[in-house]
């Protein structure tokens, strides 16, 4: 079946302005991650959705940060007024409930001028 | 304070030699720990994993170490490939937080011919 799918695979924008990020996840997965590495770095964990709980938002670096995962299924990673230091690779996940494997989109790369 | 860490950025071997990856980890709470590998421009892909009630898991060319007592674990690949070259990141659960694993900063293996 389909992977985990992101959109769009790269994203240039001017800073100050606001961008979406989109994850398409595995189907039937329940629970979804979003994660970004900047250059040279390891993966920063941003955001975790499992299932109807409240997500845990203990990641997202700045009140500019937020995500929402619609019906179970499709999340979206919103960044606004966006900075410089926002550019790096995000990268989502997705995971079957009660197992630890992640399955990992090819990212998508935002660089802010 | 990383509770996940891979303290070589980079390591080199020649092809059909042993690569060995480290990893410490500083939160006894972990009970399920992961390896993936990343390929430029492509996301993390699941590797090998091990319980904490195993000390050793084997998968063909790959083997995972857990030391509890010493918060450590290693990844084993023998004989080594060039197509092993690759960033190799380990990674930490713990069930009551089912599914979140905290990642290090990875590992450059490259596989010389």
Not at chain 1, 73 to 83: A, E, F, G, P
Not at chain 2, 88 to 109: I, P, Q, R, W
Request: with cysteine; aromatic share 10%; net charge neutral.
């Amino acid at each position: 079946g389909a992977g985990v799918s992101q959109s769009p695979s790269n994203k240039v924008t001017e800073k100050g302005k606001d961008v979406e990020l989109r994850c398409d996840p595995i189907s039937g997965h329940t629970a979804l991650y979003w994660y970004r590495q900047s250059l040279g770095q390891g993966l920063e964990f941003l955001i975790y959705f499992q299932g109807n709980s409240a997500p845990d938002k203990s990641g997202l670096p700045s009140d500019r940060f937020s995500a929402e995962r619609t019906g179970g299924s499709v999340s979206t990673l919103t960044i606004q007024r966006t900075q410089q230091e926002d550019s790096a690779v995000y990268l989502c996940a997705s995971s079957r409930q009660g197992y630890n494997e992640q399955f990992f989109g090819p990212g998508t790369r935002l660089t802010v001028l | 304070d990383q509770q996940v860490k891979q303290n070589s950025p980079s390591l080199s071997v020649q092809e059909g030699r042993i690569s060995i990856l480290n990893c410490d980890y500083t939160n006894s709470m972990f009970d399920y720990f992961l390896w993936y590998k990343k390929y430029p421009a492509e996301g993390p892909t699941f590797l090998i994993s091990i319980s904490s009630i195993k000390d050793k898991n084997e998968d063909g060319r790959f083997t995972v170490f857990l030391n509890k007592s010493a918060k450590h674990l290693s990844l084993h690949i023998v004989p080594s490939q060039p197509g092993d070259s690759a960033v190799y990141f380990c990674a930490a659960s713990d069930n009551t937080n089912a599914g979140k694993s905290t990642f290090g900063d990875g590992t450059t293996l490259t596989v010389k011919p």
